[in-house]
C-alpha cells in the first residue's frame, strides 16, 4: 500500500516539486479506482450539484448531501487525501456555523479536510477551523459559489486590481492557515506568480502548468460528456460514446433474444 497523502506530505511535495493530482469523486466505486490508481487528493466536490443531481450549477448543494456522499467516498479510500466540498451557506453566515459544518465532515463523513470558497473575506472562518484542528483548503479565481456575483463563468484575473487582490487573498489565506488553495481559471502569469509567493501547494484548475498541482472533475477527464467541453478540460477518454454503444449492444440483444445467452444461465 502507498504512502497515505497527509498535509504534511503535500508540503514536502510542494518543496520537493513534486507535482499534485487531484480528481473528483461522488461515489464508492469512483473513489475505490481513483485511491487504486494513485490519485494524491480526492475532492468531493459541490460540482455533485451538476454531475450527479442535475442541478444547474452548484447553489442548490446541501451539506446532507455533501455528508451523503463525503461517507461513501471516504469507504472507498485507503490512501488518498479526502477533502470535502463546503457547500453554498454552510459557511458564510458566520464563524461558528463554519466551524459547526466543518466539523460534520471530518465527525460524521469521516474527510480529512474541507475547502471553501474565497479569500480574505473568508480568513476569519479558516483560522478558527484550523485552530479547532481540520485542515482547510482554499479556493480563488473562479469561484463557483459567486457565480452569479461574477457575472458568469468568467476568467479572473485579467485586470491589475483583481490580480493584487487574488495575490493578497492567497497570501492571507497562508496566513489564516489554509494548507493549500485551489486556483480556477486565472491566466497563467498570474498563477506562477502565486504559486510562487505562497508556501503552500496551489492546485490549478485553467490555470496553467506551473502550479504545484492540477485537479479535475472526473467526468471531464473521461470524456461523459459531449455538449460542452471547458477549455481548460483533456479529455483522457470519451466514455459517452462508449457507455452509449454498451447500452445500445444490451438493448439489442435483449430485443432479439440473444442476451442472455445459455453462457449467462443457470441449470
Request: aromatic letters at 6%.
Amino acid at each position: 500500500m502507498r504512502e497515505k497523502i497527509t498535509v504534511t506530505k503535500l508540503a514536502k511535495m510542494k518543496k520537493g516539486n513534486e507535482k499534485i493530482t487531484m480528481l473528483t469523486a461522488y461515489d464508492y466505486l469512483t473513489a475505490k479506482l481513483l485511491d487504486e490508481i494513485g490519485v494524491d487528493l480526492i475532492l468531493v466536490g459541490d460540482s455533485l450539484g451538476m454531475v450527479v443531481l442535475g442541478y444547474e450549477n452548484t447553489l442548490a448543494v446541501t451539506m446532507d448531501d455533501m455528508i451523503h456522499h463525503t461517507k461513501a467516498v471516504v469507504k472507498g479510500v485507503e490512501s488518498s487525501m479526502v477533502v470535502g466540498d463546503m457547500p453554498f451557506m454552510s459557511y458564510q453566515i458566520n464563524v461558528d456555523e463554519a466551524l459547526k459544518n466543518a466539523g460534520r465532515f471530518l465527525q460524521e463523513a469521516g474527510a480529512q479536510a474541507v475547502k471553501l470558497e474565497g479569500g480574505e473575506e473568508v480568513a476569519d472562518k479558516v483560522d478558527k477551523i484550523v485552530k479547532a484542528g481540520i485542515p482547510v483548503m482554499g479556493h480563488l479565481g473562479l469561484t463557483p459559489q459567486s457565480v452569479h456575483q461574477m457575472g458568469g463563468f468568467k476568467v479572473q484575473g485579467k485586470e491589475e486590481k483583481q490580480k493584487k487582490k487574488l495575490l493578497k487573498d492567497a497570501q492571507i489565506l497562508e496566513e489564516a492557515g489554509a494548507f493549500s488553495i485551489v486556483l480556477e481559471c486565472v491566466p497563467k502569469e498570474l498563477a506562477t506568480d502565486i504559486t510562487k509567493a505562497v508556501s503552500i501547494p496551489i492546485i490549478g484548475i485553467g490555470a496553467g502548468r506551473e502550479c504545484d498541482g492540477q485537479v479535475l472533475v472526473t467526468q471531464d477527464l473521461l470524456g461523459m460528456y459531449d455538449k460542452f467541453v471547458p477549455k481548460f478540460v483533456k479529455q483522457y477518454a470519451r466514455l459517452s460514446n462508449e457507455i452509449k454503444r454498451a447500452v445500445s449492444d444490451y438493448i439489442s440483444e435483449v430485443k432479439t433474444g440473444k442476451f442472455p445467452s445459455e453462457e449467462q444461465e443457470f441449470c
